[in-house]
């Protein structure tokens, strides 16, 4: 088949990048001929020993409008119809990933050529509103931020859900990573969908026994993730504070690219002044994958507090034996299980979040269990796998 796969932007290392480029691979391995399309693509920063010599057409530089504000979807929507004419008309099926990304081939299918479309949902397009109407709610026990009025948060909801409904509902099949988020789009957009797990190269990891720190001394705990407001790193710096009032010895490194949101990566720095930790974190930035492996050599436990629906950073630091503490939000909570192969924590509980890293900290035989069984777990998932699942629906469509 000739694939074209769509991805909002790949100027930067994410899980999202992740994905399609090694799924780009692994179906250019088995004879395909695969076509990526994105707003932005930036060689150096997103994954070049993936990309090789996959052809990327991007839109160009004078066409990309700025899309931050809160009419930004208006621009992006303009940008997702000029990429649209940019795709070759010969494609057998596209594969957008993740959000906005279908909406270019809406306009494809609309004004080109009505091919088939498989859209691989990572989250929901309102996916921070759908979670605050769910039962994770803002614990004002643990946080004093302001809240929208309930209606108010419903209406946002409603009235941008049925504006992206238009355009996801065009799609021929979706895929999603697991069942809450299948659950979650047939509520919210009444369409069914297809549970592909998500794969991982585990042999690119090397598995390093970790052993937990010893009382007194310092615990190096690590988290990354481009910076966004719902990777919930503040929830990270409320549980350091409160392990530090306990006589803990905690220090944070953050792998990701914060210039994404500079008014978030503000209000952290904000955050972890006012709690008086700021000489105890570290925001790396942008990083080549060697850095972050390292990185998972060295620490002692890998956080992942955000809400959100893909968890492959939490997979490669257990197969690398890093203990991983998460919030039961993405896909790590259908094939994870707690306090065998990973600790889990409450979404937005930095309480709960503190308990976990004290919980491995003080007990060493389920430290170590935890760093062994988390690498056995992951060798389950791979690109291949999932390279599987969406050529069998794809093959479908067709």
Aim: glycine content about 4%; charged content about 25%.
């Amino acid at each position: 088949m000739k694939i074209g796969i769509i991805v909002r932007r790949l100027n930067t290392k994410g899980g999202v990048q992740r994905q399609a480029l090694s799924l780009a691979n692994e179906l250019r391995q088995r004879g395909h001929k695969i076509l990526i399309y994105t707003f932005n693509y930036s060689p150096e920063n997103c994954f070049p020993e993936l990309v090789g010599n996959v052809p990327i057409i991007e839109l160009p530089k004078e066409k990309n409008l700025t899309t931050g504000e809160f009419f930004g979807f208006l621009n992006e929507n303009k940008m997702a119809k000029e990429l649209a004419f940019l795709i070759d008309r010969n494609l057998d099926i596209l594969h957008p990933h993740d959000n906005v990304a279908y909406k270019v081939a809406y306009y494809f299918k609309k004004y080109i050529k009505n091919i088939p479309s498989v859209w691989q949902m990572n989250e929901f397009p309102t996916m921070r509103w759908p979670l605050e109407l769910l039962k994770y709610t803002e614990n004002q026990k643990f946080h004093n931020i302001p809240k929208k009025p309930y209606f108010i948060k419903k209406a946002v909801v409603l009235i941008k859900t049925y504006y992206e409904n238009f355009f996801i509902r065009k799609q021929n099949a979706i895929t999603v990573f697991d069942k809450f988020h299948q659950k979650l789009l047939k509520r919210y957009s009444s369409c069914e969908s297809y549970v592909v797990p998500s794969g991982i190269d585990v042999n690119h990891f090397n598995f390093l026994k970790h052993k937990p720190p010893k009382k007194g001394e310092k615990i190096i705990l690590l988290s990354s993730g481009i910076f966004l407001p719902y990777r919930r790193y503040e929830d990270i710096f409320s549980a350091m504070e409160k392990l530090v009032n306990n006589g803990f010895n905690p220090y944070l490194t953050i792998f990701g690219d914060y210039e994404t949101n500079k008014k978030y990566f503000r209000t952290l720095n904000e955050l972890a002044n006012s709690l008086k930790i700021t000489d105890r974190i570290k925001f790396f930035g942008r990083y080549p994958d060697k850095t972050l492996e390292e990185a998972f050599a060295k620490s002692h436990i890998f956080i992942y507090p955000h809400l959100q629906s893909q968890g492959l950073a939490v997979y490669e630091a257990m197969a690398c034996g890093l203990p991983c503490v998460v919030t039961p939000l993405c896909e790590t909570y259908e094939t994870l299980t707690d306090k065998k192969d990973v600790m889990f924590a409450e979404p937005k509980n930095p309480n709960s979040l503190a308990q976990a890293i004290r919980n491995l900290c003080e007990n060493p035989k389920l430290y170590c269990q935890i760093s062994e069984q988390g690498r056995k777990t992951v060798e389950k998932f791979s690109w291949k796998k999932y390279a599987d699942g969406i050529l069998e629906i794809m093959e479908k469509m067709n």
